[in-house]
């Protein structure tokens, strides 16, 4: 069983940043393609973000695309989302999780995805 573990949530003013880490317990996200989704209170879970390990490509959903960035440090050990221009509305918590063989439609589902982190918890003030 695979475990995702996230990190970087907090409270940040709107205009500001965080930077979310996600790391597995294999050590490693080799051949593993790693979505960031988010879930505010009463909403269903949002796509927010996706590596696709196949051909190394990142995917944004239009809400965040030009202010969130998706990438990973050379030892594939640990997925980041740089969150840049934070506003109010990005208010949720936010999780990271692996599947393998994704293709570029089943990025955006969260059931083509097998394993997910516990999340942590991003709230942006007016």
């Known amino acids: 069983q695979v475990q995702l573990v996230e990190s970087g949530g907090g409270l940040v003013p709107a205009g500001g940043s965080l930077r979310l880490s996600c790391k597995s317990s294999?050590?490693?996200?080799?051949?593993?393609?790693v979505g960031w989704f988010r879930q505010a209170p009463g909403s269903e879970r949002e796509f927010v973000a996706a590596?696709?390990?196949?051909?190394?490509?990142?995917h944004y959903s239009d809400s965040v695309k030009g202010r969130f960035t998706m990438s990973r440090d050379n030892a594939k050990t640990t997925m980041y989302l740089q969150m840049n221009s934070l506003k109010t509305e990005d208010t949720a918590v936010y999780y990271c999780?692996?599947?393998?063989?994704?293709?570029?439609?089943?990025?955006?589902?969260?059931?083509?995805?097998?394993?997910w982190g516990q999340g942590t918890q991003v709230t942006v003030s007016s």
């Open positions: 590596f696709k390990w196949s051909d190394v490509s990142t």
């Open positions: 294999l050590g490693t996200f080799n051949r593993y393609s």
């Open positions: 999780a692996a599947g393998q063989r994704l293709i570029t439609s089943s990025l955006r589902l969260p059931n083509q995805y097998d394993y």
